[in-house]
């Protein structure tokens, strides 16, 4: 409906615009008001009013120098189509609210799009009401890419085309809009074929269809690229090759990279090189068309008409300027974003050739290492070479030393054989001196052989009389024991000496009870006090008597052969007795500091036992064992316990228990008369803690030292035991007299209970009566086997001689004269009997016998030892063993 030209160009169109005529009658129209534009001359105040009556309907606007710049500038391009689309919208508006549409629905929705998005540019070429209006929108349309051409629009003049930037560069002239937005990325186009060449420097041959197996990242819009995508592709190219395969891929890789990238380089620099010459010539152009502009107006003075043309020419050459500066501001900016893409690669190449540095670095490196290992290895090998050559050459040196060396001892071997040649022959003619030699010896051995076989014979004999002689020397022994204990039964098996004990230091010796001492055991004792004729003299008959001066020696001599008894396998029992203070312990023990000289009974014959059984070691074998126990109140205890519980022991009257009546009391091996000594001491100690202030236990309890003997006969292997008891009695004094009260009578009551038993057991067996009544006491019952039968019984009986014991001194010897009457009883009447003359005869005869025998053994020892001194001489030892051993088998079998 306005003036505008049938088939306008777009030229034509922006210098319509650019009038402002053609945009006054339009918003005339539209909004109805009358804008006299006509008034106005120039254009530029005609546009000031459209762009006043547009902001006055609250369109949106734009500014009077963006028609100035028109299509090549897109932002100025975009806000002159919103206002104008505004404006026509505006008009639609008024039309339908004038006359309702045919299809509501449509036009609802065509104009709510319009109002929501009135700058929408695809719209309006979709829509055909618009056909005739503004064609040169369609330049502004989003370009899809089936539709926009590669090469240049073959629509726009030649200045224009050539102004344009090429259609293979980074932003094509159709790329510049995006949604109405200029668009900053590169084209799809162009990112085709930058994978296109990407693959082609990778040597991949990936397919970009959607049906392929592996979808390079570098097929889509690299904005839409993700890591895993790339991580993906990384894996899919090199998830199956080797790590060798990998670097020497990516090596190549990174070599065509940067092959291509300097290429990039080299054509982004020869087109701006290009672009850098457009501009220059344009800029001449520039220059040109000012001077032109200037000549025109010069003219343009001279004619109106001209002038009119002139400055249409001139408004011309403005757009082309403006056009030119758009492009050359568009050109600049491209060559800025291609120098800092530039630089960008710049430092991604030096990364990449830093890299690339750093791995020949390391390789150069280890190639270096490498070399200098090979050089060392060399030296070493050189080294060990010359080494083993030094080695060969002293080994060849050696060698030759050698071979002379063999040489020569060859040479020595040689003499020797011939010396050692000699040497043999004279050797054999030695040993057949030798052999001759022998020979004659053998003869002379043979000779000596018979000689001692001849003395090999008497020797045979004699031993076969030595053999006999040991056989009858057993014998003889044996029988020499039993003659000897029929010797000691006829001194009676129950002997009973007295000992009086001398006056003590402050006692008075004037009066002494003791009348009279006889030397076959006859004693007086009487009150010197009493008046003379009133009362007799008690006369007492013991076995002994020991007067005070008597030496502990001259007291043990007579009991020295019970000893032997011992030994000889009888049991023995020698008990003291007395009140106390008497003298008992004196005599059994001794005093308490005592040398050899005042050893007691117990010493005594524990040393003569020692002593005799040492000399009888080739003959018997002797173990002798002790036990120490007391009876206080009728209750045994051990004095030799080890342990602190120092229970009460029974007595078990077993005489198959080898005579040990208290089997659970401490039994001691001894083996010298000092082990005794010192267990006797032992036994004292522990007896002296029973004692009390008043009463020493001692004289309280009974003492029973007890030595058992177990003798193994060498030759038969036959056992015997003996037994010796060495008793200290407790005192013997009276009750009455002592008036004891309380434990002292208890006391009093036991000892003199026990001592009465003792007398009872001993009376009994001297009157041989057929019940001895050992249980009466503990005392009896532990004697009970060397009490009576082949035992041997020696009482001491200690008396005082001071006149203040002269009452106990009477009681103890009528107790020690009711034991020995017995025995002493039928000699004592008659003395002169002849029967005990027979029998002081034969022990006379018998005493005689056994010095014989001792004579006869004497001699077959000396002899025997005088034959082993002979024999050993002679043979061997191991022979003469062997001669033994035989010979005592012989004396076995003849025993038997
Ligand atoms: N033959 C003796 N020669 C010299 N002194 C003696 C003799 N006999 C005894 N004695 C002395 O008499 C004192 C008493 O002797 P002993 O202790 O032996 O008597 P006891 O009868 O054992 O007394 P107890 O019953 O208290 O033990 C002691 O000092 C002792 O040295």
């Given at each position: 409906?306005?003036?505008?030209?049938?088939?306008?160009?777009?030229?034509?169109?922006?210098?319509?615009?650019?009038?402002?005529?053609?945009?006054?009658?339009?918003?005339?129209?539209?909004?109805?008001?009358?804008?006299?534009?006509?008034?106005?001359?120039?254009?530029?105040?005609?546009?000031?009013?459209?762009?006043?009556?547009?902001?006055?309907?609250?369109?949106?606007?734009?500014?009077?120098?963006?028609?100035?710049?028109?299509?090549?500038?897109?932002?100025?391009?975009?806000?002159?189509?919103?206002?104008?689309?505004?404006?026509?919208?505006?008009?639609?508006?008024?039309?339908?609210?004038?006359?309702?549409?045919?299809?509501?629905?449509?036009?609802?929705?065509?104009?709510?799009?319009?109002?929501?998005?009135?700058?929408?540019?695809?719209?309006?070429?979709?829509?055909?009401?618009?056909?005739?209006?503004?064609?040169?929108?369609?330049?502004?349309?989003?370009?899809?890419?089936?539709?926009?051409?590669?090469?240049?629009?073959?629509?726009?003049?030649?200045?224009?085309?050539?102004?344009?930037?090429?259609?293979?560069?980074?932003?094509?002239?159709?790329?510049?809009?995006?949604?109405?937005?200029?668009?900053?990325?590169?084209?799809?186009?162009?990112?085709?074929?930058?994978?296109?060449?990407?693959?082609?420097?990778?040597?991949?041959?990936?397919?970009?269809?959607?049906?392929?197996?592996?979808?390079?990242?570098?097929?889509?819009?690299?904005?839409?690229?993700?890591?895993?995508?790339?991580?993906?592709?990384?894996?899919?190219?090199?998830?199956?090759?080797?790590?060798?395969?990998?670097?020497?891929?990516?090596?190549?890789?990174?070599?065509?990279v940067l092959?291509e990238l300097e290429r990039c380089f080299?054509?982004q620099?020869?087109?701006?090189?290009?672009?850098?010459?457009?501009?220059?010539?344009?800029?001449?152009?520039?220059?040109?068309?000012?001077?032109?502009?200037?000549?025109?107006?010069?003219?343009?003075?001279?004619?109106?008409?001209?002038?009119?043309?002139?400055?249409?020419?001139?408004?011309?050459?403005?757009?082309?300027?403006?056009?030119?500066?758009?492009?050359?501001?568009?050109?600049?900016?491209?060559?800025?974003?291609m120098q800092k893409e530039k630089s960008e690669c710049e430092v991604a190449l030096e990364n990449l050739k830093?890299?690339?540095?750093?791995?020949?670095?390391?390789?150069?490196?280890?190639?270096?290492?490498?070399?200098?290992?090979?050089?060392?290895?060399?030296?070493?090998?050189?080294?060990?070479?010359?080494?083993?050559?030094?080695?060969?050459?002293?080994?060849?040196?050696?060698?030759?030393?050698?071979?002379?060396?063999?040489?020569?001892?060859?040479?020595?071997?040689?003499?020797?054989?011939?010396?050692?040649?000699?040497?043999?022959?004279?050797?054999?003619?030695?040993?057949?001196?030798?052999?001759?030699?022998?020979?004659?010896?053998?003869?002379?051995?043979?000779?000596?052989?018979?000689?001692?076989?001849?003395?090999?014979?008497?020797?045979?004999?004699?031993?076969?009389?030595?053999?006999?002689?040991?056989?009858?020397?057993?014998?003889?022994?044996?029988?020499?024991?039993?003659?000897?204990?029929?010797?000691?039964?006829?001194?009676?098996?129950?002997?009973?000496?007295?000992?009086?004990?001398?006056?003590?230091?402050?006692?008075?010796?004037?009066?002494?009870?003791?009348?009279?001492?006889?030397?076959?055991?006859?004693?007086?004792?009487?009150?010197?006090?009493?008046?003379?004729?009133?009362?007799?003299?008690?006369?007492?008959?013991?076995?002994?008597?020991?007067?005070?001066?008597?030496?502990?020696?001259?007291?043990?001599?007579?009991?020295?052969?019970?000893?032997?008894?011992?030994?000889?396998?009888?049991?023995?029992?020698?008990?003291?007795?007395?009140?106390?203070?008497?003298?008992?312990?004196?005599?059994?023990?001794?005093?308490?500091?005592?040398?050899?000289?005042?050893?007691?009974?117990?010493?005594?014959?524990?040393?003569?036992?020692?002593?005799?059984?040492?000399?009888?070691?080739?003959?018997?074998?002797?173990?002798?064992?002790?036990?120490?126990?007391?009876?206080?109140?009728?209750?045994?205890?051990?004095?030799?316990?080890?342990?602190?519980?120092?229970?009460?022991?029974?007595?078990?009257?077993?005489?198959?228990?080898?005579?040990?009546?208290?089997?659970?009391?401490?039994?001691?091996?001894?083996?010298?008369?000092?082990?005794?000594?010192?267990?006797?001491?032992?036994?004292?100690?522990?007896?002296?803690?029973?004692?009390?202030?008043?009463?020493?236990?001692?004289?309280?309890?009974?003492?029973?030292?007890?030595?058992?003997?177990?003798?193994?006969?060498?030759?038969?292997?036959?056992?015997?035991?003996?037994?010796?008891?060495?008793?200290?009695?407790?005192?013997?004094?009276?009750?009455?007299?002592?008036?004891?009260?309380?434990?002292?009578?208890?006391?009093?009551?036991?000892?003199?209970?026990?001592?009465?038993?003792?007398?009872?057991?001993?009376?009994?067996?001297?009157?041989?009566?057929?019940?001895?009544?050992?249980?009466?006491?503990?005392?009896?019952?532990?004697?009970?086997?060397?009490?009576?039968?082949?035992?041997?019984?020696?009482?001491?009986?200690?008396?005082?001689?001071?006149?203040?014991?002269?009452?106990?001194?009477?009681?103890?010897?009528?107790?020690?004269?009711?034991?020995?009457?017995?025995?002493?009883?039928?000699?004592?009447?008659?003395?002169?009997?002849?029967?005990?003359?027979?029998?002081?005869?034969?022990?006379?005869?018998?005493?005689?016998?056994?010095?014989?025998?001792?004579?006869?053994?004497?001699?077959?020892?000396?002899?025997?030892?005088?034959?082993?001194?002979?024999?050993?001489?002679?043979?061997?030892?191991?022979?003469?063993?062997?001669?033994?051993?035989?010979?005592?088998?012989?004396?076995?079998?003849?025993?038997?």
């Amino acid at each position: 409906p306005f003036n505008v030209p049938s088939n306008p160009s777009e030229e034509d169109l922006w210098l319509i615009l650019q009038d402002g005529r053609v945009l006054c009658d339009l918003i005339s129209k539209i909004s109805g008001v009358e804008y006299n534009f006509h008034n106005l001359p120039l254009p530029c105040d005609r546009v000031n009013m459209f762009l006043s009556a547009a902001a006055d309907m609250k369109l949106p606007l734009f500014e009077a120098t963006d028609l100035d710049e028109g299509c090549y500038s897109s932002s100025s391009c975009k806000r002159i189509i919103d206002c104008l689309l505004s404006l026509k919208n505006f008009q639609e508006m008024n039309e339908l609210k004038e006359k309702p549409s045919n299809s509501p629905t449509d036009s609802r929705q065509h104009r709510s799009e319009h109002l929501e998005n009135p700058g929408k540019l695809v719209d309006c070429s979709e829509n055909g009401t618009q056909k005739g209006h503004l064609q040169p929108r369609r330049r502004w349309k989003i370009p899809s890419h089936e539709n926009t051409p590669l090469t240049a629009d073959p629509g726009l003049p030649s200045e224009q085309q050539s102004a344009l930037p090429p259609m293979n560069s980074v932003y094509g002239p159709d790329s510049l809009i995006t949604d109405g937005q200029p668009q900053t990325g590169p084209s799809p186009q162009h990112l085709q074929q930058i994978n296109k060449k990407f693959h082609d420097i990778l040597g991949i041959n990936m397919k970009t269809d959607s049906n392929s197996e592996v979808e390079s990242p570098l097929g889509k819009n690299l904005e839409n690229v993700s890591m895993q995508s790339l991580s993906g592709f990384v894996t899919a190219v090199f998830g199956n090759k080797q790590q060798d395969d990998v670097a020497r891929h990516v090596g190549n890789m990174l070599r065509k990279v940067l092959e291509e990238l300097e290429r990039c380089f080299t054509s982004q620099n020869q087109k701006v090189t290009k672009l850098k010459s457009m501009l220059k010539e344009h800029i001449n152009r520039e220059n040109k068309l000012a001077s032109r502009a200037m000549l025109l107006e010069t003219l343009a003075t001279g004619a109106g008409e001209e002038v009119k043309l002139l400055s249409r020419h001139l408004q011309q050459i403005k757009i082309e300027y403006k056009r030119a500066e758009d492009d050359k501001e568009m050109k600049e900016a491209m060559i800025e974003s291609m120098q800092k893409e530039k630089s960008e690669c710049e430092v991604a190449l030096e990364n990449l050739k830093r890299e690339l540095e750093e791995v020949v670095k390391a390789d150069q490196e280890r190639f270096r290492h490498l070399e200098s290992e090979k050089i060392e290895l060399e030296q070493t090998l050189k080294a060990k070479i010359h080494e083993k050559q030094t080695l060969l050459q002293e080994s060849d040196k050696k060698i030759q030393e050698l071979e002379a060396v063999i040489a020569l001892e060859m040479e020595t071997i040689k003499r020797k054989c011939e010396q050692y040649g000699y040497f043999i022959n004279f050797q054999h003619q030695l040993l057949k001196d030798v052999k001759w030699v022998l020979h004659s010896l053998k003869q002379e051995v043979l000779f000596l052989k018979n000689g001692y076989e001849e003395d090999l014979k008497a020797l045979e004999g004699q031993l076969c009389g030595l053999v006999h002689a040991a056989v009858s020397y057993h014998r003889v022994l044996a029988e020499n024991r039993l003659l000897y204990n029929e010797v000691q039964d006829l001194k009676g098996n129950i002997r009973v000496y007295c000992r009086i004990r001398p006056f003590l230091l402050g006692q008075s010796t004037k009066h002494s009870t003791v009348e009279y001492v006889g030397e076959n055991g006859d004693i007086l004792i009487c009150n010197p006090l009493k008046q003379q004729g009133k009362e007799v003299a008690k006369a007492f008959t013991f076995n002994k008597i020991f007067k005070p001066s008597s030496t502990q020696e001259e007291v043990f001599r007579d009991t020295r052969p019970l000893i032997r008894s011992v030994l000889d396998g009888f049991n023995v029992c020698i008990f003291a007795y007395g009140q106390t203070g008497s003298g008992k312990t004196y005599t059994m023990s001794g005093p308490s500091s005592s040398s050899d000289k005042d050893w007691g009974v117990n010493y005594r014959a524990l040393n003569d036992l020692f002593e005799i059984s040492r000399s009888r070691k080739d003959v018997i074998n002797y173990e002798v064992g002790v036990q120490m126990i007391e009876i206080y109140n009728e209750q045994v205890r051990d004095l030799l316990f080890i342990d602190s519980s120092n229970r009460r022991l029974e007595i078990r009257n077993n005489s198959q228990l080898n005579g040990v009546n208290v089997p659970d009391a401490s039994m001691l091996p001894v083996n010298s008369t000092f082990d005794v000594f010192h267990l006797m001491k032992i036994g004292q100690k522990n007896r002296a803690i029973g004692a009390t202030a008043l009463n020493e236990r001692s004289s309280r309890s009974h003492s029973v030292l007890t030595v058992h003997v177990r003798g193994t006969e060498l030759s038969s292997g036959a056992i015997l035991h003996g037994c010796l008891h060495l008793v200290d009695l407790a005192g013997s004094e009276r009750v009455d007299r002592s008036e004891a009260t309380g434990d002292r009578l208890k006391e009093a009551q036991h000892i003199n209970r026990s001592l009465s038993a003792l007398g009872d057991v001993i009376a009994a067996l001297a009157q041989r009566s057929s019940h001895v009544p050992y249980r009466n006491s503990k005392l009896t019952q532990l004697l009970q086997d060397s009490l009576g039968g082949q035992a041997k019984t020696l009482m001491f009986v200690h008396i005082s001689p001071d006149i203040d014991s002269y009452g106990e001194t009477l009681s103890t010897l009528k107790f020690a004269q009711r034991v020995a009457s017995v025995e002493l009883g039928a000699a004592k009447s008659n003395k002169e009997s002849k029967e005990l003359r027979d029998l002081k005869e034969q022990v006379a005869s018998l005493k005689e016998l056994v010095s014989k025998k001792d004579m006869e053994i004497d001699r077959l020892l000396k002899g025997k030892s005088r034959i082993k001194g002979i024999s050993g001489s002679l043979f061997s030892e191991s022979y003469l063993d062997m001669q033994d051993q035989r010979l005592r088998r012989q004396t076995l079998d003849s025993k038997q």
